[in-house]
């Protein structure tokens, strides 16, 4: 485990070591937050919107290719989530806008049965709070130290752990700016 954890730490500082284009960042925004329920018919409670705020890092391979991995805390009507997304982005030219695609994970701090109110949850506590997702967006870096992005991250697993054929998901659509260090 001790050995793990060494070599993951040297491959995290060897990577950021490579290039002088790493820098770390905050970000914040607008966040809407949409779950999607199917118990046999299909429920839709909406979605809420609130706002999001974040800590990220911008490790540069190359000038066209950047990997960017965040923790967002999210607040959106009754539902809090927090977020680690791990990016890749793709810069087009030397234009500053790019394209990110990667993993997420969320997790949920809080109730589904909060979030849904009551009557919309016939099963319980049977539900995980971690929710596996892809997401996508776009970005624009205004200067070296500014830049506005939006993605969408969409759950790919089932939140819903019980016997029956239930799901639940929820999708996030953060939109924002970045100021980075």
Same mark, same amino acid.
């Given at each position: 485990?001790?050995?793990?954890? $060494?070599?993951? +730490?040297? +491959? /995290?500082?060897?990577? %950021?070591?490579?290039?002088?284009?790493? @820098?770390? !960042? /905050?970000t914040a925004g607008l966040s809407n937050f949409a779950v999607s329920i199917d118990p046999s018919g299909g429920i839709d409670p909406g @979605?809420? %919107? !609130?706002?999001?705020? !974040?800590? $990220? +890092? &911008?490790?540069?391979?190359? &000038?066209a290719f950047h990997v960017q991995p965040a923790v967002t805390y999210a607040m959106t009507g009754d539902a809090s989530t927090l977020s680690v997304p791990i990016m890749a982005k793709y810069y087009v030219g030397d234009s500053g806008f790019n394209i990110?695609?990667?993993?997420?994970i969320n997790f949920l701090m809080g109730d589904y049965a909060d979030l849904m109110e009551s009557p919309l949850v016939p099963w319980g506590d049977d539900f995980s709070k971690l929710g596996i997702a892809v997401g996508a967006g776009l970005g624009y870096d205004i200067s070296e130290s500014i830049g506005v992005e939006a993605r969408y991250a969409f759950q790919v697993n089932n939140s819903y752990t019980g016997d029956g054929d239930g799901t639940i998901k929820h999708n996030i659509l953060n939109v924002g700016a970045v100021y980075k260090f």
């Open positions: 485990m001790k050995k793990s954890l $060494l070599v993951a +730490a040297i +491959a /995290v500082l060897g990577i %950021t070591g490579m290039n002088a284009q790493s @820098s770390f !960042g /905050v @979605s809420e %919107t !609130g706002f999001y705020v !974040g800590a $990220l +890092a &911008d490790i540069g391979i190359s &000038d990110q695609a990667g993993p997420q």
